[in-house]
């Protein structure tokens, strides 16, 4: 079975839906982050994807790629010292648990 | 290479952070407020080095470079409004007590490099600066949203932001990804001739219109439009004042500018069917900013639900999409400034009263008479509410003016398969927001006008009588400095509006 860049914006769109599932839908600030990085890496499956199907000749679809995966780290690295904080403050990292603020 | 030097205020800046940092190390913490003076000076400095290019070039257009961001006078505006709400920022920074002194490099490093990701983006015209610049300004601001380390409502809202900010972000992301695969390139101009470069046979695939459609969500989530805006008056509530003014004004004129540039000029919402979904989201946006904000007792809550209405109004201009739009919303966006970091400034003054016990509040409540105890501030407070309301002859009018007309003017010449309905629809929706809003901008004024002052501390109505008058409050100099600042754009641009709407409409003619 030959592959086909329609199998991987399948897989691409699937990753994305399960992440966007899984961001709405948890309750966990980790599982929640889990989930968003589950979204940014269906966007770099896509973008390699049509780099490696449809451009052949470029890299910009490889380097964007790579921008993506390094801002997602830094994201990731500011989230889990929010995280921290909020857990050291409050001994909670549950969304339901964040209820100083509302009106 | 030559084009390097157009790049100046932003490799100056971002260089200044870097030292900002190093010298909050460096540095003893009772030096602190030496750093904030020092990043307001850098920023005007910036200010001055935009301002001088744009007096040299003498309304010419300026040199384009390679394709990925361009300078030209509406990118410069933009960069103006920005710096110009950092300096009063700043400003605020150096009266406001509950900022730890020993981190004050960290929080002005974070400040400058948040400001750099703005300017950055409102030149950008490449997909992948576009989301870079986004995730400096998001990244930043996270930071800045929990920097009172102490306080849960500061983490709580930080982590609310950071969650809402990433989400948007990742379905950007997808976006991005789809639009290089349906146009094989992250550019939004030619890279060739460095022109407007529209993919006429892509703008028709499925592919491209929903990669647009990922697009405009990720920038919703950051201009706070309507369904995409629940992070808001969380994010507000809990960061320290200062912030808050900072976040609901230049991330939002600036993903404004971005968003003006995108569908407006290089991808014409009506060139991919989005203007009838981008005239309900601006209708949405007001009608829920202005109805929630009615019932808010927080000053904070209240503010920052009125920010999420004053960017409805300034959606109109992007709607109508016509020369006069733009300009409406660029005019609009400066003015915007002024009398929102204005109000901000008065809340401050109010609320946290350079005390570092923490004990001031922001419940509507403790703008109780305030008249009695500062009647230069309550005056102050009015104007600008006054201004946001849209009442003449202050500066909001001028600007609410110009977005109605460009939605009646795009109305009248509506083509393209557009109802002229959803224009004129606009521009009524807008006007009876505008009404509503009155309404509870005049609450805070009825509060410090009519009634009786009382300790301004309680989270809790106070007895109405006995007890000592509370004490005259004194507000810093800086913090008159930056109400000056704002009184007079307001008072200024609303009574004499000339000059302003030549350099605004100098803009538009240079656009790619």
């Given at each position: 079975?030959?592959l086909?860049?329609g199998?991987?914006?399948v897989?691409?769109?699937?990753?994305f839906?399960?992440g966007l599932?899984?961001a709405?839908?948890?309750?966990n600030?980790?599982g929640i982050?889990?989930?968003?990085?589950?979204m940014?890496?269906?966007a770099?499956?896509?973008?390699?994807?049509?780099n490696h199907?449809l451009?052949?000749g470029?890299v910009?679809g490889?380097?964007?790629a790579?921008?993506?995966?390094?801002v997602?780290?830094?994201e990731?690295v500011?989230g889990l010292?929010?995280?921290?904080?909020?857990?050291?403050?409050?001994?909670?990292a549950?969304?339901?648990?964040?209820h100083?603020l509302?009106? | 290479m030559?084009?390097?030097g157009?790049?100046?205020?932003?490799i100056?800046?971002?260089?200044?952070?870097?030292?900002?940092?190093l010298a909050d190390?460096l540095?003893p913490?009772k030096?602190?407020k030496l750093l904030?003076?020092?990043a307001?000076v850098a920023?005007?400095?910036a200010?001055?080095?935009?301002?001088?290019?744009?007096?040299?070039?003498?309304?010419?257009?300026?040199p384009?470079s390679g394709?990925l961001?361009?300078?030209?006078?509406?990118?410069?505006?933009?960069?103006?409004?920005v710096l110009?709400s950092?300096?009063?920022?700043?400003?605020?920074?150096?009266e406001?007590?509950q900022?730890p002194?020993a981190q004050?490099?960290?929080?002005?490093?974070?400040?400058?490099f948040?400001?750099?990701?703005m300017?950055l983006?409102v030149s950008?015209t490449?997909m992948?600066l576009v989301?870079?610049?986004l995730e400096?300004?998001?990244?930043?601001?996270f930071v800045?949203?929990?920097f009172?380390?102490r306080?849960?409502?500061?983490?709580?809202g930080?982590i609310?932001?950071f969650?809402?900010?990433?989400?948007?972000?990742?379905?950007m992301v997808?976006?991005?990804?789809?639009y290089?695969?349906a146009?094989?390139?992250?550019r939004l101009?030619?890279?060739?001739?460095?022109?407007l470069?529209?993919p006429?046979?892509q703008?028709k695939?499925?592919v491209f219109?929903l990669a647009?459609?990922f697009?405009l969500?990720?920038?919703?989530f950051k201009?706070?439009?309507a369904p995409m805006h629940f992070w808001?008056?969380d994010?507000y509530?809990g960061?320290?004042?200062p912030v808050?003014a900072?976040l609901?004004?230049?991330p939002k004129?600036?993903?404004i500018?971005v968003l003006?540039?995108v569908y407006m000029v290089?991808?014409?919402a009506?060139s991919?069917g989005?203007?009838?979904l981008?005239a309900?989201l601006a209708?949405l946006?007001?009608?829920?900013?202005?109805?929630?904000?009615l019932?808010?007792d927080?000053v904070?809550?209240l503010?920052a639900?009125?920010?999420?209405?004053q960017?409805?109004?300034?959606?109109?201009g992007?709607?109508?999409?016509?020369a006069?739009?733009?300009q409406?919303?660029l005019?609009y966006?400066?003015?915007?400034?002024?009398m929102?970091l204005g109000?901000f400034?008065?809340?401050q003054a109010v609320?946290?009263?350079?005390?570092?016990?923490g004990?001031g509040?922001y419940?509507?409540?403790?703008?109780?008479?305030?008249a009695?105890?500062s009647l230069s501030?309550?005056?102050?407070?009015?104007?600008f509410?006054?201004s946001?309301?849209?009442l003449?002859?202050?500066?909001?009018f001028?600007?609410?003016?110009?977005?109605?007309?460009a939605?009646?003017?795009?109305?009248?010449?509506?083509s393209?398969g557009?109802s002229?309905a959803?224009f004129?629809g606009?521009?009524?929706?807008?006007v009876l927001?505008?009404?509503?809003s009155?309404y509870?901008y005049?609450?805070?004024?009825?509060?410090?006008?009519?009634?009786?002052?009382n300790s301004?501390?309680?989270?809790r109505?106070p007895s109405k009588?006995?007890?000592?008058?509370?004490?005259?409050?004194h507000a810093?100099p800086y913090l008159?400095g930056c109400?000056?600042?704002?009184?007079a754009g307001?008072?200024?641009?609303g009574?004499y509006?000339?000059?302003?709407?030549?350099?605004?409409?100098?803009?538009?003619p240079?656009?790619?």
């Amino acid at each position: 079975m030959n592959l086909s860049l329609g199998h991987y914006l399948v897989l691409g769109a699937a990753l994305f839906l399960i992440g966007l599932f899984g961001a709405l839908t948890r309750r966990n600030v980790i599982g929640i982050l889990m989930s968003i990085e589950l979204m940014f890496n269906a966007a770099n499956i896509n973008l390699a994807a049509f780099n490696h199907y449809l451009h052949p000749g470029g890299v910009t679809g490889m380097t964007a790629a790579l921008f993506v995966i390094t801002v997602a780290a830094a994201e990731v690295v500011v989230g889990l010292a929010l995280v921290l904080t909020i857990y050291r403050n409050s001994a909670t990292a549950y969304v339901e648990d964040f209820h100083l603020l509302k009106g | 290479m030559q084009n390097l030097g157009l790049l100046a205020p932003e490799i100056a800046l971002s260089l200044l952070g870097l030292g900002l940092m190093l010298a909050d190390i460096l540095a003893p913490a009772k030096s602190s407020k030496l750093l904030y003076h020092f990043a307001w000076v850098a920023a005007a400095v910036a200010l001055a080095l935009i301002a001088r290019g744009l007096s040299v070039s003498g309304g010419l257009p300026l040199p384009v470079s390679g394709g990925l961001w361009v300078v030209d006078p509406m990118s410069q505006f933009f960069k103006l409004a920005v710096l110009l709400s950092v300096i009063m920022t700043v400003m605020l920074c150096l009266e406001y007590g509950q900022l730890p002194p020993a981190q004050a490099g960290t929080f002005c490093a974070l400040l400058i490099f948040s400001t750099v990701g703005m300017m950055l983006l409102v030149s950008a015209t490449d997909m992948l600066l576009v989301f870079v610049a986004l995730e400096l300004i998001s990244i930043s601001s996270f930071v800045l949203t929990g920097f009172e380390r102490r306080n849960r409502k500061s983490n709580e809202g930080a982590i609310k932001y950071f969650l809402f900010g990433a989400f948007s972000s990742a379905i950007m992301v997808y976006g991005i990804s789809l639009y290089y695969g349906a146009t094989g390139t992250t550019r939004l101009v030619d890279p060739q001739s460095a022109g407007l470069w529209l993919p006429a046979l892509q703008t028709k695939s499925p592919v491209f219109t929903l990669a647009m459609l990922f697009i405009l969500l990720g920038f919703g989530f950051k201009a706070a439009m309507a369904p995409m805006h629940f992070w808001v008056p969380d994010a507000y509530e809990g960061a320290p004042l200062p912030v808050a003014a900072f976040l609901s004004v230049a991330p939002k004129i600036a993903t404004i500018g971005v968003l003006a540039r995108v569908y407006m000029v290089l991808v014409p919402a009506a060139s991919l069917g989005f203007t009838t979904l981008l005239a309900l989201l601006a209708m949405l946006t007001m009608t829920v900013g202005n109805t929630v904000a009615l019932f808010q007792d927080n000053v904070k809550r209240l503010l920052a639900y009125s920010s999420i209405a004053q960017a409805g109004y300034i959606l109109i201009g992007i709607v109508a999409g016509t020369a006069l739009g733009i300009q409406g919303v660029l005019l609009y966006s400066l003015v915007y400034v002024a009398m929102n970091l204005g109000a901000f400034a008065v809340v401050q003054a109010v609320g946290d009263n350079g005390s570092r016990d923490g004990l001031g509040s922001y419940e509507l409540a403790a703008f109780d008479g305030l008249a009695q105890r500062s009647l230069s501030l309550a005056l102050f407070m009015t104007a600008f509410l006054l201004s946001l309301a849209g009442l003449p002859p202050l500066a909001g009018f001028i600007g609410k003016f110009y977005l109605f007309a460009a939605a009646l003017s795009a109305g009248r010449s509506a083509s393209g398969g557009i109802s002229p309905a959803v224009f004129y629809g606009l521009a009524v929706v807008g006007v009876l927001n505008s009404v509503v809003s009155v309404y509870y901008y005049m609450k805070i004024a009825y509060h410090m006008f009519f009634l009786p002052a009382n300790s301004g501390k309680g989270e809790r109505l106070p007895s109405k009588d006995g007890g000592p008058l509370p004490a005259a409050l004194h507000a810093g100099p800086y913090l008159y400095g930056c109400l000056a600042v704002a009184l007079a754009g307001v008072l200024y641009f609303g009574i004499y509006p000339d000059p302003l709407i030549a350099n605004v409409q100098l803009s538009v003619p240079h656009l790619p």
